[in-house]
Each structure stands twice: as C-alpha cells, then as structure tokens.
C-alpha cells in the first residue's frame, strides 16, 4: 500500500506554489526534535525509526493518488508530473532507536531538495511522535518493574494499526512480549496470553473452565482467577493444576493486598512455584507502587499504548537551512512567539562523564569541526575534558535514496538498555521534572560556531 | 488485508480451549458499553460502527495467519481448522453512528456462538475506543466553535493510520475538513490547507513566498502570517492580494489579541472580507475562550486526534448471555471488584422529554415485552408518560454475518447535529462532570423484567 497519502493536503500546495516560483529543488534541510519533554518527563525513547524506513520506501503516487489530486485541483499539472516520477533521492541521518533524546536533539536529518523532503513532514512526524511516545511511557514502567517482566495487553484501548506499532514501541522500551498478534507477525515481538472473564463465564462453572483451559493449553497456563471468587477460585486451580501451575492472574481489587493472600494460599498450598500475574489499569506509578508486593508479572493496557498521559510526543519537522539564489546553502528559522527554532544543519553528540553517565546533549554546527567543537564545549563545561568522552548520536539512514539503517529490532532493545544504564539516576524519578541532562548549543549554531553554552529546557 | 490478526492472543487460545471443551459453539451475546464516561464528560459520541463493519468483512484467517499459529503453537490442529473456514454468521445490533451515549448504554450487541464472537473482541474494542474517544472529543470543540468552522489537522499527532479514522471521526462529529488526504479519498471527507512557516522560509523573503503562492492558488488562499512580524506580513499580504486575500492563518502568541489587531488592521487595508483562522495547540476550552475574538475558523491538531485527554473511550466487550447445557440463553455477569457488568441482552430507548431534549437512558431486557417495560419505567419516572416519547436507539447492523446497516457518513454527521440539539443545555458545560442524563436500568435486567428504575453514575 502507498503510504503517500498519509500526508497533510498542505504539503502538496507547498510544493505546487514552490514548483510555481521556481525553488522547489532548492536543497534543504529538515530537522525533527522536541521543543520540550510533554509531562515532565526526564528523558524520551527514540522510537519508530525503523517504521519510518519502510513507509519512506513505499511513498510513491500511484493512479489512485494522482487522480484524487486532480479530480479535488489540490495540484497542477506541473506537480502531477513530479509526484508521477517521485522517488526521495536525499539523505536521512538520525538517533538509533532505543536511544534517549531530550529537548532539542535533532532526532532525525532528512536532507534533499525541498521538493521531496517537505511531502516527508507528515508522515515522519506521525510515525515519530507515536512510537516515541509510547516507548518513552514503556521505559518508565520497565524501569519501575525492576526485573519482572511486563506484557503489553493495550490492543483494545487505541486504534488497531496503532496497537502494532505501540507494540513494536513497547518491546523496544524492554517490555516482554504482547498480546498482539500482528506485531508477532511483522515485528517478530512475543506474544503472549491464555483467556479472559468470558471464557469462565462460557462454562457451566469456573471448575468447568479451569479444567477446559488446563487440559487444552497444559499446566503451565496462566488462570484468571477473579471472574468470582479470587480465594474460590485459587484452591480449585490448585486442586486441578497441582503445584505445576503456571501462574494465576488477578485483574481487580487491591492488587497488592489481594497478591499478598493469594501468595500466601498458593504457598499453603504447595504451589511454591506458582507465579502471579496482576493486572488492571496499571501504569509506572501503580507498578512502582506494588514493588513490596509479591507479584510475578505485570500487564499493562492502556496506559502504555496512550503514552501515559502523554500521547503524542510534541516532536516537529523543521526546514532549518535551505539553498538560497547563489547555491549557499544558509540556515534559517522563524520567529514565531513562543516556538523557538534554531537553523542549521546540526551534529549531535552526548556527552559521558568519567562514571559512565551522560552529562549533557551537545549540538553543534555540523562539518569537519564538528568533533572539535563539541569537545571544545566539554573542556568550557567540565574543566577537564579528558575524564569524559563525546558519542556521536546521528547515524546515516539513507544514502542517496537507498534505505542504509535497517536493523533487527532486538539491535533497538539491547541498545535501549544500554542507554538506560548510561542515564544518570535522576533520570529515573517518576515525579514530573526537568531533562535529565541539559541540551547545550554551540551559540549562534545557524551562523557559525561558537563555544559558549547556552542550554534550554530547563 | 485481512484485519483477523488486529487481534489479542488470547481470543485465540480461549478458542481453542472452549473447541476441546464443548462449548465453543454455545450461542453467546457480547455487549460493548462504558461503565463510565473519562474526563467528567457529559455525554460519549458513537463513532467507529462504519469502519467497523468494514473490518468485520475482512476478518478471515488466510495462509499466513494460519502458518504463524501453527508455527508459533497459538493453537492445536481443530482450531486451525475452525479458523481456516472462519466466517462471522451471527447478528450485530448497534447506536448509529453520531448518536450519543451514556455509562451502561449498549451501544453494540454481538449474538452468535461463543466462538465467531469473542474472536471479534479486540477489533470492535480498537475501532470503537479510538474512534468514539475523538468523536467525543471533536462534538466539544464544535460546540465551543459554535458556528465557525474547524479544520482537523493532527494527523502528526498520532500513528498515521490513526490519523485517518481521527479525521473520519472529527467530521462525523462535525468538523468542516481535514487537512488528510487518506481521509479524503477513502472517506471523502472534504481535504484543506495551503502552507507552513518553511515554504516561507524556502523563499528569499516572505513577499516572495506569498507572491508565489497567491500566484499558484488563487488570491482566496490563506496566508501564514506569523513567521516573522505579523504586522508586517499582513501588509505585504493584502497590497499583494488586495481584498480578495481569502484568509490569513495565525499560529503563535496570544490568538484573541493578534487575531484582534489583524482584524483592525486588515479592516483598515479595506481587506474587510478576509478571514482570520488561528491555529496552535487549540482544543475545546482555548476555542471557547476565543468566542468574542474576532476569528473566523479555527484549525485544531493535536488535542482532537487525541481525545484532549481522555484518548480511549473505556469502552468492553462483555460477555452478557450464553447458552447453557439445556440450550437455554442465560444472563452471566462477573463478580471482579469494582467492575460491574449486567447480564443480558439488553434493548435501549433513550427518553425524551416534552420539550423535546432527552431526560434518560432506559435500559431493558430484549424481548417482545422491553417497550412496554421501557414506557412502564417512563411513566414511574414521570408520572406522565404521554407528555414525552421512548427512542429505541439500537439498528441491526448484521444479519446472519451479513453487513445491513452501512449508510453513508454524511448521515452520521447529520444524526450527530440531531443528537447534539437533543441533548440538555448542561450537556455542552465543558467543565467536568456527570453524564447529562441518568442512565436507567430495568431492575434485575439479568433475571426478568421489574419497573423499579435503578441508576449508575449518575
């Protein structure tokens, strides 16, 4: 399917009134970051870039899309022609996935004419500012699980084609499997569960329909245990599953409280070995909250695939240098109030204190000093640069066209644990807050280098 | 594509548990209804009823679908062959679309045996949690707008395929367009927009980049004035276009107060019929404010695609009848603490009152009698029924598998206004609160008819 559509009608306006004037193919470069963090969060999840790879390949006019556009004049002719042939022919830099980014780390660089990065934007920008958001919330809750594992159950609570991806976002943010089927099949992501509330109330009685589930999907199954009774309804699995039992699953009441009796019956009853599975609305402050409890395993729904509380990652698509009349090819940025830009093309590199931790994100002008630069900035910041070191953040994605970036999705979650350990421990609060590291600018980025650090946010 | 893996693992392994134990064919009646409304809202808006009819007739299990279970060990060889021949061949009753609904409202009921319909579970949540929670969000910002017109333009505020059924949504709700073109061209819902700050910034200068877009669409295009001075760019706008200038768009700073000065200055240019459309991170409470600014449209983004707040609907998918070992459909209803569901099948009329606006929801059990028990609740209630009317509120939507209740989207557009104008006035208070009418249930609906009018979240 042609992802072409997937885009705002005002990027095909642009580009008639562009082709119009004469400076559709000027070069250009666009930037994707975040002004802020939306909910005080401390850090953001790269997420979805692999996502973005795929529907770059398919962003192509076909029949249908060209005859929309004509039938509705959204273009002239001049720019049927050009979406006939459209191929995007540029380069795409960006972070990897599973890395953390903050305010202001250009994310993803999509260099080109103008002409074919601009129809890009929306696109970009929807993949983008989902998977991130939800990997973004996935990190949070991962972290505050310690080591148990969570399932992604959210399916339900957002749109279907969304779900596979949140999914895929979950996964990569360390969560350890879903209940979705289609991410298991495009994505390779786990997938995992037994039965619901209905399948009890199918049966004749709850004996009936633990007895059924044991008996199709084996003793190591997990039985949902409060369709009625939760004490009840343990002492029959028991009885019918012996100490062989996989898990039960509780989804209601006072999770903790109710865990502590089930633990405690299970462990009365032999089932040493039994596990326990909560779920119900949970998010990362319930499941920090049940940290003391004796629980096995978590379910999350909801409020992983809503972002907790922050659906959409706030992330813009910004033209931030573009070739002007003479072939220069110069920054530039609006001055709207209130939405900072900063034009240029950008390197970015985090920077890593002697401990292993990250101290700061610096973005300099992009070129042959760009390194220097930044480890000039780091001796400005810390007095000692040697004790630190700089890691470039951007990766080439695409090179003249051609998708370069792939990468298994199990590459994105190794690396996302590796950023994990290197966040300084603030970075972990759950409470709402500032960036975990500050954001430093060479000043004046869009004129030229300089060493001064000028941080936002906070 | 077939939509059958938009689906949880679990329907799938409770499937095949209920094949081993017999009852997989019992005939069953799942319900879809809100135990709450989220956010305080007053009143929820059914969207998602078409789309979801179209997933229904693509849900089948084709090669692929099948090897990934078998491969995967999901399910045993009588399941796949269930599966291979899958066809829902039961009923669906449904709330029309634009309706709108209250906590316990029913708004889709699915009959047919255990196994056709739990399988559907997941899919009718994803559609309808996503789809009602914008469709509720959108009916908010409309009657905030009052008669002004709002664009949606979120698509890169959420997952792109999102995106589609958002703006699908949102103009059931009653926004005018949608800046998607998907959305244009598989729901023909009208598409708009014309420019962002970087096609003024592409340009050598701003008068540049309006003389090239006036130029290529029209002097009754819509300017972007904010990416330098706004005084400035509404001067160059109009001694460009003259009074023919169709709009100019503001997307920063304080809207009421520049919206204010444009308005002055353009009506001192003689640019009296040029409109002002603002934009930038609008949703129900901001547009509210703007009332007495002199705007004339309004473009709403991030807050609509994602429900401003409340991004799912918390709608379930309850099994509320089942055949027993008799034969005979019995009402069944969990016990889990704190999550009350209602056996039965269930008929809903909404009440209407003598001035014409609507007073309660009654809920009663199905059957040749639920009109006269409806009535019989009305005149409880009232002591007078003759003064007001019952509306039964549920459609079949699919008879014996197939789809009967397709309709075209302008008539849910149309019922939504009919059901907007319906509501109370203390509906539209956009502050939190009860639903605004009292949901009541025919006492006992899971054993038999009784009149005592019982209410939930009042």
Redesign the interface.
Known sequence: ?S?A??????????L??????G?AH?R?V?EVFARHLPGGRRYGVVAGIGRFLD?LESFRFGE??LA?LTE?R?V?DRTLDYLADYRFTGHVYGYREGECYFPGSPIMVVEGT?AES?LL???A???L??DCAVASAASRMVHAARSRPIIE?G???????????AARAAYLAGFAAT????A??VYGVP??????????????SER??F???L???GSATTLLV????VATAVRVAVELAGGELGAVRI???DLAEVAKQVRDQLDALGAHDTRIIVTSDLDEYTIAALAAAPVDGYGVG?SV???SGV??AALV???VA?E??SGVLRP????????PSRGGRKAAFRRIGPDGHAVAELIVPEGPDAERIAERMAVDMDGDSAEGRNRPMLAQLVRDGEVVGREPLEEARARHRRAMDELPPEAHHLSRGYAAIPTIFAARTDEGPETTPRSIEP
Chains 1, 2 share one sequence.
Not at 179 to 182: D, E, I, P, R
Not at 332 to 339: T, Y
Request: glycine share 4%.
């Open positions: 399917m992802t559509f997937l885009t705002d009608h005002y990027e095909l306006t642009m008639r009134a562009a082709l119009h004037s400076v000027r250009a666009f529907a249908e899309e929309f509705h959204v002239d103008f601009v934007e929306t696109l920008l929807s993949v500012n989902h159950m399916s339900r609570r957002t749109h279907e084609v969304a779900a596979v991806a209940s979705n089927l289609m298991g099949r997938t995992t569960g037994t039965s619901a509330h209905a399948f009890t109330l199918l049966h004749d009936d329909a007895r059924a589930q008996r199709s999907l409060d369709t009625y009774d989804d209601s009441g909801t695939v809503t972002g659906p959409t698509y910004k033209l573009r002007d009349a530039v940025a609006k001055r709207s109030v209130g939405k």
